[in-house]
């Protein structure tokens, strides 16, 4: 067992209007966050899961778009920053020495350029759409700024690994903790879970396979706002819905994985607390 400790940390506040939209009480703005995941690893140095947004984007120097601005309404608090809140936890950010995206997209990938010499490992099918943004929802989603100081990239695919029956990529290169790219596409191209074995528990960041728990909770229905947005920004729907399927059968099926995606702040605040 390589892992020493993991931390839960919300790398951007995002405040979309219409809170009552996504299931949140009140007519004013609603409240989402940016799920990031920190590992310290005992062989590996540190190992950040997601990003969130960067210092760049929180000094207005990135070309985040208009439109997402006034729609999502991010905060850029300095303080959210994953460098910030690694310093803040007593921890050196140059021992970042591996990123493991769920995908891409302006609010999960804006912080890898604060740690330039850091692997960012992902599906091939992410890191070819992000590279060739040929839709014009890939030119607004994904900003080059974000991997402009040039990244080693370390890509793949499925290649016959399984995890719990689901196809999976269980060893990252370089990387001794056991974490693992489970590809759950129709967000984007190439969009993943990232699984992580804490002792006897696993790990599951969802990424933006769902936005809300209720989508793999099997009560309740996915708020309007919510449920409109998901289906606005997926490049595949039947693949998207297959995906939050997939995570949901894996919810009911086993009792030792802690299931999050990456905006329910709920989810968020439960996993912190517990």
Known sequence: MTIRAVHHLNCGTMCPLGGF?????????GRLVAHCVLVETERDGLILIDTGFGTRDVARQTPIPRAFRAMV??????????IAQIEGLGLDPRGVRHIVVTHLDLDHAGGIADF???????????????????????????LPA?????????VYSEDGDTWRGL???RRLRGIDADIALLPMHGHTRGHSA???????????HAGDAYFHRSSVEGAGSVPF????????????GPRRRASAAALRQLRERYDDIDLFCAHDPDEFEAICAS
């Not at 991010?74 to 303080?79: A, N």
């Open 21 to 29: 939209l996504l299931g949140q009480r009140g007519l004013g703005r």
């Open 73 to 82: 309404g991010p905060t850029f608090e300095p303080g959210e920053t994953a």
């Open 116 to 142: 330039p010499t850091a692997r960012v490992h992902l599906h091939a099918r992410e890191h070819a759409a992000a590279m060739a943004r040929s839709r014009r929802m890939e030119r607004q989603r994904y």
């Open 146 to 154: 974000h991997w402009a100081h040039g990244p080693t990239w370390e």
């Open 167 to 169: 196809p999976t990529v």
């Open 194 to 204: 990232v699984v992580v074995r804490t002792g006897e528990r696993w790990l599951v």
């Open 225 to 236: 706002g919510l449920a409109a947005f998901e289906r606005m920004v997926q490049i595949d």
